[in-house]
């Protein structure tokens, strides 16, 4: 066992895990964030997408003690807390961009990344920058549009800040 | 019928895009799948999977697992045999249908690699997984029944014991059966002048790959004992686990939480399911199993997989006069719970949407020592929708005419509706004509052959193909007497019951079982349309069978056809309830009360009181008529009286590069006519998936088997599902023929896509080349058979080895 502390969605946590215990693993089963997904074994499927230190990893691909000291936000603190969703979600809404909901707050994770790295990308950089999410119920076509309206209402949004 | 006339003139909801009522826990992580419950003391469990495709256990030594620290107790199929029941097929498609007896954990033989043999339940997921490890079981390896042709041959024995790997002959004969000519016949006079169009078809064999992995946990610790899993069907379990497990239907329940996609692959009574089931009974705690992607791939069951045998027979003129079908289909090593079902119900759709004078269908269901082979996306529709879309094409080549003319000299003119076809089925409404005239305006489809041609007597060195697709589809399972005279264990009607809140909200509960499709939110528009009430004050339960106590479950794109018309019958019926207390409380008579937009109104007068107002005044009950009840819900049965027959045409345009046979998917256009839409935002999810799917299946789906039954393409990283990189955007519209069948005038749509974009990928693709010598290419098209094509290969052959990485597939699509 080792002893880990590390930053949740804005919580301080602490505890003893296994080595070989997944940062999902850790986040699901000992913190009870079910909101993050798995769907798969082989880092192929984005399901379990969180930010690290701020850049979206999958996190059944990193240990537990190797996000020691880390800050880490998942899908559940996104919204703030007064319940304002992110412009991220909203879209995801508005255009309908899930079905299942099982690949959408890894999607959206990513998507924030996406958009923070990039503020308006093009339709073909939003499909190369999800291409490690699967979805299988959407067909793609209402995550691309969601995810660049969602850029649409995060520039609105900064320029309204900028001209206040 | 005449409902339609009585509806509320005002109708807000239907037609409306609303944003869905189930995003919102869904974007914020606030979801229940069933691997995020987690019980009180509750236990894991790990299933050891045999590695071979067939073989005798010869023993088991779970000593060292069972010693393991924090091991509660270890499972052999000997130690459950008297518990675990039996999973079983509901549609034995003749009398006489063959299959074996299938233990959910395997007893002294293993059938398939993949297939359970022990369990191991432990504290933790990870303490029985390891201690998994430790089961030694041995094996004496038989030889495995594999290629599907040599199976179907008898060769190799998948399950020695039945003595045939065939499961079953099933025909469907126009003459024999009064709906048209000798198929025999028709082949003959073609073949004196006409055209015979002789073809061989491989439906590859996919994966559902829904997202979520199935997860259940079973809690034996109550009076009841409860079933959470992720499953299409929790109402069919739950007869099931009674009908086979020996508990009374009345001490089960079965829930189906937040379900992430199923596309008929949780449309199963599961081997895992049922382990669970007798292993927490045996143990008397909470028990949960929840799989690996790995083993998703490898034991959920498996979709398509068929040869198809065509005859196409046509006057010279390209006048179709019959066709004849003979399909293998592969099962895998046991009969699904459709089972030989699937491949059936194509029967009807080889004809598609086409008149014709004569048709057979022979279909052979064949076991293997394979995953099983069970529901997929369409279910026999898109199998049968590919052949004849395909063909289509072929004739159009050999009389020398625009494929979709062939088409519109063959189809159904929208005057000839309803129209019973050569397979028997009456089409009630459709509109080929309008559906294609408005898919080749949005496509450009002149501007395009322009362009092909242009780019051929050039001789680009990328060529463009134009794909075309007009399907049909049946769907909305099903009547349930059409059912009984097919041998289906059950019905096909659907449950609903709408409970009248005190406060005004209204409690509906329906039989239909959601996973993705947003029942939620489209049946709330209907029943707050109906009742005139508040789209938010309708509340709509599912999934529980403690809830909704009676139901048939999600498949077949039957929810809103079959459950959308049992709300509204429940709905009418709360009405017409309510009407005489509504009189009451007015003082005037019943028959001078209407009803509309949420109020009951005295003719001729300003007087009227709401919906609510008389549901509130039953809840007081302190003033009622005499000899009524105080109560307004209503529940209603409906059983359909006919499939609905949704349609369209969808128009592909690719680009193939000759010189590496790589594919580029240009532009992607469907019109389709699924009647009355309540929802156009999920009607347009549901065809944007759908297309997907089937585009996945023409280019780079494929689960393959190595020479010893291994499943290669046993994980995400060799199993090649569309990433947003591979795939394009899409336009889509509707023509509306609303359906006479039920009151709504909905068709389905769930699997419209699906069954329509294969055929049109592959079309395009083999129009692009073509003229290079090429009639048909093997599905998954990778640019390798795209290049062997090129090079004078033929099509290629059926997949046989690993499929190919997907990093190359991804370098591919830069
Ligand atoms: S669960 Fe992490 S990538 Fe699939
Ligand atoms: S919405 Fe179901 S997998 Fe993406």
């Known amino acids: ?140 076509h209402n995550i691309v549009k969601s995810v660049l309206y969602a850029a649409e209402l995060m520039q609105g949004a900064s320029k309204e800040g900028a001209n206040a | ?247 009374p239907e009345s001490k089960i329940r079965v829930i189906a939480p937040d379900v992430g996609g199923g596309f008929g692959g949780k449309l199963q009574t599961t081997p895992e399911e049922w382990i669970t089931w007798a292993v927490a009974r045996w143990i008397g705690k909470p028990v949960k199993y929840t799989e690996t992607r790995s083993e998703s791939l490898v034991s959920a069951h498996h979709g398509r997989d068929q040869w198809q045998r065509l005859t196409l027979a046509a006057t010279k003129e390209g006048r179709v006069t019959g066709l004849k079908v003979d399909l293998l289909a592969d099962m895998g090593a046991y009969v699904g719970v459709v089972g030989g079902g699937v491949p059936v119900l194509g029967a009807w759709m080889f004809n598609a949407i086409y008149k014709w004078e004569a048709y057979q269908f022979n279909c052979t269901p064949v076991l293997t020592n394979k995953t099983w082979v069970d529901a997929y996306r369409g279910a026999g529709r898109p199998e049968a929708t590919y052949a004849v879309e395909r063909l289509m094409d072929e004739l159009a080549v050999e009389v020398g005419m625009d494929p979709l003319e062939i088409r519109e000299m063959n189809w159904i003119k929208h005057e000839e509706f309803p129209f019973t076809t050569v397979a028997g089925m009456t089409y009630d409404s459709g509109n080929y004509e309008a559906a294609t005239a408005k898919a080749k305006e949005m496509f450009g489809y002149d501007a395009l052959r322009a362009e092909q041609k242009e780019r051929r007597d050039r001789g680009d060195r990328v060529q463009l193909g134009i794909g075309i697709s007009t399907f049909t589809e049946m769907c909305g399972l099903a009547p349930s007497r059409v059912l009984g005279q097919l041998n289906y264990g059950a019905g096909g009607w659907e449950h609903a019951t709408v409970r009248m809140l005190p406060t005004g909200k209204v409690e509906v509960i329906t039989g239909a079982s959601a996973h993705g499709q947003g029942h939620e939110t489209a049946f709330s528009q209907i029943v707050a349309d109906r009742l005139g009430v508040p789209f938010e004050d309708v509340e709509i339960l599912h999934g529980d069978t403690q809830v909704s106590h009676k139901g048939l479950d999600t498949y077949g794109s039957r929810s809103l056809v079959v459950g959308g018309e049992a709300l509204v019958l429940a709905a009418d019926k709360v009405i017409e309830k309510a009407k005489p207390l509504a009189a009451h409380l007015l003082e005037a008579n019943v028959e001078d009360l209407e009803f509309g937009n949420g109020r009951y109104s005295v003719r001729g007068t300003d007087q009227g009181m709401g919906i609510a107002e008389v549901a509130l005044a039953t809840f007081a009950a302190h003033n009622y008529p005499e000899g009524m009840e105080p109560g307004i819900d209503a529940e209603s049965t409906y059983d359909p009286i006919n499939f609905s027959f949704p349609h369209g045409t969808h128009l592909c345009a690719a680009e193939v590069d000759t010189e590496t046979g790589q594919i580029t998917l240009r532009k992607y256009v469907c019109c389709d006519d699924i009647g009355n839409i309540i929802n156009p935002l999920i009607v347009s999810g549901q065809v944007h998936g759908g297309i997907v799917q089937g585009i996945a299946q023409a280019l780079w789906e494929e689960a393959v088997y190595d020479d010893s039954g291994t499943l290669v393409s046993g994980s995400f990283v060799d199993y090649l599902l569309p990433t947003a990189a591979d795939t394009i955007s899409f336009e889509i519209d509707h023509t509306t023929s609303p359906s006479t069948t039920n009151t709504l005038g909905t068709k389905g749509v769930g699997e419209a896509g699906t069954i329509a974009a294969t055929p049109a990928v592959v079309n395009a693709v083999v129009d692009a080349i073509r003229h290079l010598g090429v009639n048909d290419i093997v599905m998954p098209m990778t640019p390798e058979r795209v290049w062997t094509a090129l090079q004078g290969g033929g099509r290629g052959t059926a997949t046989v080895e690993a499929a190919e990485p997907h990093f190359e597939g991804q370098e591919d699509s830069r």
Request: glycine share 8%; charged share 25%; net charge negative.
């Open chain 2, 1 to 247: 019928m005449t409902a339609v006339q009585d509806a509320p003139a005002a109708s807000p909801e239907i037609g409306r895009d609303r944003r869905r009522k189930e995003d919102q826990r869904l974007i914020t992580g606030r979801t229940r799948w069933t691997d995020n419950i987690s019980l009180p003391g509750m236990l894991h469990m790990a299933i050891v999977r045999s590695p071979h495709a067939h073989a005798r256990i010869t023993g088991i030594d779970l000593d060292a697992a069972d010693k393991a620290i924090n091991i509660y107790d270890v499972f052999d199929g000997k130690k459950l045999q008297d518990t675990m029941g039996v999973l079983v097929n509901a549609w034995p498609i003749t009398p006489e249908q063959q299959a074996p007896t299938h233990y959910p954990l395997a007893v002294d033989r293993v059938a398939f690699a993949g297939q359970p043999v022990a369990v191991v339940v432990a504290r933790s997921a990870a303490e029985a997984r390891d201690a998994a490890e430790l089961v030694d079981i041995e094996y004496d390896v038989l030889p495995a029944a594999l290629d599907l042709k040599e199976a179907a041959e008898d060769k190799v024995l998948a399950h020695p014991d039945l003595g045939t790997n065939k499961v079953a002959f099933w025909q469907l004969d126009s003459a024999g059966q009064g709906s048209g000519r000798a198929i025999d016949e028709v082949i003959a006079e073609a073949r004196d002048g006409g055209i015979v169009i002789e073809r061989e078809y491989r439906q590859q064999r996919l994966i559902p790959a829904f997202m979520e992995p199935r997860s259940v946990i079973v809690d034996p610790t109550g009076e009841q004992i409860t079933m959470w899993s992720a499953t299409q069907i929790p109402h069919i379990t739950r007869f099931l686990l009674a009908a086979t497990t020996g508990v």
């Open chain 1, 1 to 140: 066992m080792t002893r880990i502390n590390l930053r949740v969605d804005q919580e301080n946590v602490s505890d003893d895990v296994e080595p070989r215990m997944l940062l999902v693993q850790y986040l699901r089963e000992k913190l009870g964030k079910t909101g993050t997904v798995i769907g798969c074994d082989t880092s192929n499927c984005g399901a379990c997408t969180v930010h690290l230190n701020g850049r979206s990893v999958k996190s059944c691909n990193v240990l537990a003690v190797q996000a020691d000291g880390a800050v880490i936000d998942t899908i559940e603190r996104l919204a703030d807390d007064d319940g304002t969703l992110h412009p991220v979600q909203v879209a995801f809404r508005e255009c309908h961009g899930l079905q299942c909901g099982f690949c959408t707050p890894g999607m959206i994770m990513q998507a924030v990344d996406l958009l923070n790295e990039n503020p308006s990308p093009t339709e073909h950089e939003v499909r190369v920058g999800l291409e490690g999410n699967l979805c299988r119920c959407t067909g793609y």
